[in-house]
């Protein structure tokens, strides 16, 4: 569809609009699950009237570890253009000093770690009034794409968001962008307060309705789109074909849950077992006055067998001696939340020892605990697989906001893996390095390719490098000896060896 006038615009919007309503469910759940937002579940209603308000906002939160654990170790370290016998780092360096402008490393460890948790996640590129790119990752539960047929063409993206009582939508096709408010229904801190009650409500529930053109003084309504493609980037977590990405914490959330029912029925325990209970011998159970309207006793009623409880008392009419109460035992409890823990080591490829899976792993040695993290290496390396196409675009976009078309193609002609740099997502302790990197220097690898691939520096940082060695290699006396045999006429060339 063709976006030429008010009403076409208004019908996409409405169309990714509610798509984009039924995203928010899962990802907002997603997302505060991550927080340690997340209330107590697979509980009893009667242990609910107990014990539930006790509980209240209590969270153990191993969601935040398993998506953590791997967004630790995702870091992208530069750009490198064409095939890996070229160079063109004028070009490398004018788009990594763009990406660095707009604090991409700290944008991207934001980002990474909502696409792991949420599944998804965007990326806006557009140009200043000077024509340098502006970069900001956006959340998935604002942000919405439109593909083509075959699910890589960008048609349409929207971008929804709410400011105290108005809700803002930009619409993006291949030539505009439209903007349009309209007042919120429900503002933004009462949804929240809903959502934590357990009720989900859009953002515009109540409103009147229509979005009303947002025009900004001094700006074209709508307004052209230099790039002549929409401007905004999906990265997606582990996508299939033909359907959504998943996210990295759907499988630990219910498990998660049942750890933390658990953390309470301990508690629950341990603070029952903490109180001194009585028991009172050949006694009936004590009863509550029933008073009239002036206050006089008319009766009595057996005690509420729950404030009984809660006292710590127990009633035995007619026994003369009783047993005695064993301690609490916590043992079952702490032994299912270990089960449950490695259960999410296993399904989620995170080291156990992340999530104290088992005391004895702390005593694995160096080349043990490699070989566990292996896993995870794994799957950061298939996170780079897929982010790498998506950053690649970005990096286009970032060319086409300086008007270069050729260093945009250029981006897009070479391949995904070889132009984002990443850092190496394996853990190595220093002597490991120092131990490959000698072997390589050894095998005859130039020292430019071991500091970059072995101890991960950039281009200006191993230039700086390269200019130490060789000072450090300078041989003053040796020099002023090769003066003065030149200016006596002498032939002395000794050479210098080492570099």
Not at 152 to 158: E, N, P, S, T, V
Not at 295 to 300: L, N, P, S, W
Request: net charge negative.
């Amino acid at each position: 569809m063709q976006v030429v006038t008010t009403d076409d615009a208004l019908k996409v919007i409405g169309r990714l609009y509610g798509r984009l309503i039924l995203r928010r469910v899962p990802i907002e759940k997603r997302l505060r699950y991550l927080n340690g937002e997340h209330s107590l579940a697979f509980v009893t209603q009667e242990w609910r009237d107990v014990h539930a308000q006790r509980f209240a906002g209590f969270a153990d939160n191993w969601c935040s570890i398993v998506a953590q654990s791997e967004v630790d170790r995702l870091r992208i370290d530069g750009f490198r253009l064409g095939e890996a016998t070229n160079v063109s780092s004028a070009d490398e360096k004018a788009l990594w000093d763009d990406w660095q402008r707009n604090e991409m490393t700290a944008q991207s460890s934001q980002g990474f770690l909502t696409t792991v948790a949420a599944s998804r996640s965007a990326v806006l590129v557009w140009p200043d009034a000077d024509n340098n790119p502006v970069i900001s990752w956006e959340r998935p539960d604002q942000v919405i794409v439109d593909y083509d047929d075959l699910g890589r063409g960008r048609l349409f993206a929207l971008k929804v968001w709410t400011v105290d009582e108005t809700e803002y939508a930009t619409l993006y096709t291949p030539t505009q962008l439209w903007k349009f408010s309209r007042p919120a229904g429900v503002t933004e801190e009462m949804r929240k307060r809903l959502m934590e009650s357990g009720v989900y409500v859009p953002p515009t529930l109540g409103a009147s309705g229509g979005w009303d053109p947002r025009e900004v003084p001094g700006e074209q309504w709508p307004l052209p789109n230099p790039f002549g493609e929409v401007p905004v980037v999906e990265v997606l977590n582990r996508p299939m074909i033909g359907m959504e990405p998943i996210s990295e914490i759907d499988g630990v959330m219910a498990m998660q849950d049942a750890i933390n029912v658990a953390w309470s029925y301990l508690l629950a325990a341990a603070d029952q077992a903490s109180m001194t209970a009585r028991a009172i011998l050949g006694g009936d159970p004590p009863q509550v006055p029933i008073l009239d309207k002036d206050g006089q006793i008319i009766g009595k009623k057996p005690a509420k067998v729950e404030d009984v409880a809660k006292g710590r008392f127990l009633f035995l009419p007619g026994a003369s001696s009783i047993d005695q109460w064993d301690a609490a035992k916590s043992d079952y409890f702490l032994d299912f939340m270990r089960e449950a823990k490695a259960h999410i080591a296993a399904q989620t490829r995170t080291p156990g020892h992340y999530l104290l899976t088992n005391d004895a792993m702390a005593n694995l040695n160096g080349d043990a605990l490699t070989a566990a993290e292996v896993p995870l290496v794994t799957k950061c390396q298939a996170f780079q697989t897929h982010a790498s196409t998506a950053v690649k675009e970005v990096a286009a976009l970032q060319a086409l906001c300086r008007g270069r078309k050729d260093l945009a193609m250029a981006v897009r002609s070479t391949d995904s893996q070889r132009f984002v740099q990443w850092k190496d997502p394996a853990m190595h302790s220093l002597a490991q390095v120092a131990d490959a990197a000698t072997k390589d220097r050894a095998t005859g690898i130039s020292l430019r390719t071991v500091l970059e691939t072995r101890y991960g520096m950039t281009d200006p940082e191993i230039d700086r490098e390269m200019e130490r060695i060789k000072a450090e290699q300078s041989d003053p006396i040796l020099e002023a000896a090769l003066k003065i045999g030149a200016s006596s006429g002498a032939d002395a060339s000794p050479t210098v060896t080492g570099f």
